[in-house]
């Protein structure tokens, strides 16, 4: 079992930045991929951004603006967001990937807006 504790998320204005954070704990040992994703009101749960072996890939809307990273001391993953847009308005989930099971954050929520 892994458990997931998401921080950070909040009110912001358009170009300003947020950081989230996603802290595991339990069988971190077997997790194997790392990833936020988002879902907005009306809309499917889509990838925003995953970290394997060092790898990394970004949806095309928050390429250049997003940047994930993990630090592996601390069992945490962020998502670093720059240049926020009211479109990036979203629940924000964390995820981790094992070879037996898919786990989530309980979501932070993210609004972008003057």
């Known amino acids: 079992q892994v458990q997931l504790v998401e921080s950070g998320g909040g009110l912001v204005q358009p170009g300003g930045s947020l950081r989230l954070s996603c802290a595991a704990s339990g069988n971190i040992f077997s997790i194997y991929h790392r990833g936020w994703y988002r879902q907005a009101p009306g809309k499917q749960r889509e990838l925003v951004a995953g970290?394997?072996?060092?790898?990394?890939n970004y949806a095309d809307s928050v390429k250049g603006r997003f940047t994930i990273s993990r630090d592996n001391a601390k069992n945490t993953v962020s998502l670093q967001m720059n240049s926020l847009k009211p479109e990036d308005t979203a629940v924000y989930y964390c995820?981790?990937?094992?070879?037996?099971?898919?786990?989530w954050g309980q979501g932070t929520q993210v609004t972008v807006s003057s």
């Open positions: 970290i394997s072996n060092g790898h990394t």
């Open positions: 995820n981790v990937r094992t070879p037996n099971s898919n786990y």
